[in-house]
């Protein structure tokens, strides 16, 4: 009965959707790069934690102007046209990559591929939210994040085996299984961008939040101040998240050297695993629960999960510390995404989708960047210690928000 539940919350979804589905799962499946990027600057071109952390926030930091590009020009020419354009220009980025040895231009065509991702993710989170309702956007988001994660629970696992003797395929493997899954959107995905009539007719919607907005972003995004509160709050839900791309790969290579790059692929898949196995039930379980509550309980699973790295030294430990900080990653995307897209205007879906993640990014932005100092004065056993703190802080956060939210309510009743 349970296992029909689970099945059935995603029966009747548009067909786009699952082509969408099967388009990030062939994405992330070839996702070798990014998760590497940290190992790549420190053990092959052999920088040390604080210039690789340097590298990595200027990548996050590139990933910004480009979501704001790409946010205004899929609201004035459409979603697909400028997910299919900026996405293949990130993955031309890298092919260079693969014959450059350890060139210092590597790092330069990493950062203009984070500019030209960013551009194509909010047209990606467009087009989902135009696809879906308040009623299935949950189901809808959770797909696309279980599709993304089936592909990354192969990937990472194939690159770790891949980097010492083949580091070339990181590179053109990430490539062409873009454009891959770019030839899925461009055949059997249509415009979603919506029609004048579409938004004329959207004062018919139920929540009033998703209604047509006249005025440009600042003056729409002003009236609503409890999303300014949740964008900010989950600015540093991503600072604490980005740890599991910077600090964690980090005291893997400090505890098993050589076999670092492997065991941290193992890492990896175990997150993937984690949410693919565990993602449908747990948003089944959670389907009923306020989607900000959903996330203040991923920020108690975040300080559980990263705050036990403090005490581990064996790979077992490594891995269970995995399952709980992804079981919050669960919660913490999912929900997410449906309360912005719940609070976004049907007029402003690609620049609501490009600031608000821009501002949540400043914490993968400066996530390598302050940790890498944290780690460099005091070692990377105590940077557990902040992020255990920081984690709590925000869990509170969330739940204090979502108590303001159901007063507001009531006093409006």
């Not at 349970?2 to 099945?7: G, L």
């Not at 999303?227 to 839900?237: D, H, N």
């Amino acid at each position: 009965m349970f296992f029909k539940k689970i099945i059935s919350q995603y029966n009747k979804l548009p067909k786009s959707i699952y082509i969408l589905f099967f388009a990030r799962m062939v994405n992330s499946l070839g996702a070798f790069v990014y998760p590497f990027l940290t190992i790549y600057f420190t053990k092959t071109m052999l920088l040390d934690a604080k210039t690789a952390g340097f590298y990595v926030m200027l990548a996050v930091t590139a990933n910004a102007p480009g979501m704001l590009l790409g946010g205004r020009l899929s609201d004035a020419f459409g979603r697909k046209k400028i997910l299919l354009i900026f996405q293949s220009l990130a993955a031309l980025c890298l092919i260079p990559c693969a014959f450059l040895g350890i060139s210092m231009m590597i790092p330069n065509l990493l950062i203009l591929s984070a500019f030209f991702q960013g551009a194509a993710q909010p047209a990606s989170l467009a087009m989902t939210t135009d696809l879906s309702h308040s009623g299935n956007r949950k189901a809808a988001f959770s797909l696309l994040y279980l599709g993304g994660n089936l592909g990354f629970a192969v990937g990472p696992l194939i690159a770790g085996f891949l980097y010492n003797n083949y580091i070339e395929w990181i590179f053109l493997g990430d490539a062409a299984t873009t454009m891959l899954s770019l030839l899925l959107v461009s055949i059997y995905v249509k415009e979603t961008m919506p029609s004048k009539s579409k938004i004329q007719n959207s004062h018919k919607i139920k929540n009033h939040y998703e209604r047509a907005e006249e005025g440009n972003l600042w003056q729409v995004i002003r009236k609503r101040p409890k999303l300014i509160i949740f964008t900010l709050i989950s600015l540093v839900y991503t600072f604490v998240y980005t740890q599991y791309t910077f600090s964690l790969p980090l005291q893997i290579i400090e505890l098993f050297g050589n076999e670092g790059p492997k065991y941290f692929g193992f890492a990896m898949t175990t997150n993937a695993l984690t949410v693919s196995l565990f993602t449908m039930i747990i948003i089944a379980l959670t389907h009923h629960i306020k989607p900000i509550l959903n996330i203040a309980l991923a920020g108690i699973l975040y300080a559980i999960g990263f705050g036990i790295l403090f005490f581990v030294s064996k790979i077992y430990w490594i891995i269970l510390s995995t399952v709980i900080w992804s079981t919050g990653e669960i919660l913490a995307t999912t929900n997410s995404n449906v309360y912005i897209a719940n609070h976004t205007p049907i007029t402003h879906r690609g620049r609501f989708n490009a600031i608000i993640p821009v501002v949540m990014r400043i914490g993968f932005a400066v996530g390598p960047y302050l940790s890498g100092r944290v780690i460099y004065y005091f070692g990377i056993r105590n940077m557990w210690i902040v992020i255990f703190l920081v984690s709590i802080l925000a869990g509170l956060l969330m739940f204090m928000l979502y108590f303001s939210e159901r007063n507001h309510k009531k006093m409006n009743l």
